[in-house]
């Protein structure tokens, strides 16, 4: 059974979220102490995170920031904003998805059940190279690219195009093709956020 960490403060949202997961076999947990977010998610151990940005005490990208020292289990960021600078913060603090308020459990459910078998089911690459390009190269372990011994850190999603591109290099991808290597779906909703992890890489 899958463990999804809820750290969201609307606490009848947090309450029908636990609901709907648990009713389709994930095992939630709601935080209540936004004190100590990081120590209990480190305590539980979580397979996924689902992490409202607005909350008392610190933000969620102060948080998925800190998360990410500890651990690269998948965040999916939710917020009422849905501009692309939020999501552009987002991922640059680490979170693989985002889900715009408000939302129906449908789209809550496929984005966790996409996430998970993404990322630990029938879906996942067991990758452990290095895959390098003259003097480009990415490290899945690390989660890190490099270039002439220049690094950055990645997030899962970045690292997952950075190899796609690096895969074909010279040719024409699709952008159905690079959100089904992501995000296991088409859906119309994460082509911003496909656009948004691109751009990233030319900051």
Same mark, same amino acid.
């Given at each position: 059974?899958?463990?999804?960490?809820?750290?969201?403060?609307?606490?009848? %949202?947090?309450?029908?979220?636990?609901? @709907?997961?648990?009713?389709?076999?994930?095992?939630?947990?709601?935080?209540?102490?936004?004190?100590?977010?990081?120590?209990? /998610?480190?305590?539980?151990? *979580?397979?996924?995170?689902?992490?409202?940005?607005?909350? *008392?005490?610190?933000?969620?990208?102060?948080?998925?920031?800190?998360?990410?020292?500890?651990?690269?289990?998948?965040?999916?960021?939710?917020?009422?904003?849905?501009? &692309?600078?939020?999501?552009?913060?987002?991922? &640059?603090?680490?979170?693989?998805?985002?889900?715009?308020? *408000?939302?129906?459990?449908?789209?809550?459910?496929?984005?966790?059940? @996409?996430?998970?078998?993404?990322?630990?089911?029938?879906?996942?690459?067991?990758?452990?190279?290095?895959?390098?390009?003259?003097?480009?190269?990415?490290?899945?372990?690390? %989660?890190?690219?490099?270039?002439?011994?220049?690094?950055?850190?990645?997030?899962?999603?970045?690292?997952?195009?950075?190899?796609?591109?690096?895969?074909?290099?010279?040719? /024409? %991808? *699709?952008?159905?093709?690079?959100?089904?290597?992501?995000?296991?779906?088409? /859906?119309?909703?994460?082509?911003?956020?496909?656009?948004?992890?691109?751009?990233?890489?030319?900051?």
């Amino acid at each position: 059974m899958y463990k999804v960490f809820i750290v969201e403060d609307d606490q009848s %949202l947090q309450s029908l979220m636990k609901e @709907a997961l648990e009713q389709h076999g994930y095992e939630a947990f709601l935080q209540t102490d936004f004190k100590t977010v990081t120590e209990d /998610f480190i305590q539980i151990q *979580p397979d996924l995170v689902l992490l409202d940005i607005h909350l *008392p005490y610190y933000d969620g990208y102060f948080l998925c920031h800190s998360l990410r020292k500890h651990s690269n289990v998948p965040i999916i960021m939710i917020s009422a904003k849905s501009a &692309e600078v939020d999501q552009v913060m987002a991922i &640059e603090y680490g979170a693989d998805d985002y889900i715009t308020k *408000p939302f129906t459990f449908d789209i809550l459910l496929s984005k966790v059940k @996409a996430t998970i078998r993404r990322v630990y089911g029938e879906y996942a690459k067991r990758d452990t190279s290095v895959f390098s390009i003259v003097d480009l190269s990415i490290d899945s372990q690390k %989660l890190t690219m490099s270039f002439k011994q220049q690094g950055v850190e990645l997030s899962k999603n970045e690292y997952k195009l950075m190899k796609k591109f690096m895969e074909n290099n010279g040719t /024409f %991808l *699709p952008r159905e093709q690079l959100i089904e290597e992501v995000w296991d779906n088409v /859906f119309h909703s994460v082509e911003n956020t496909l656009k948004i992890n691109i751009d990233h890489f030319f900051k």
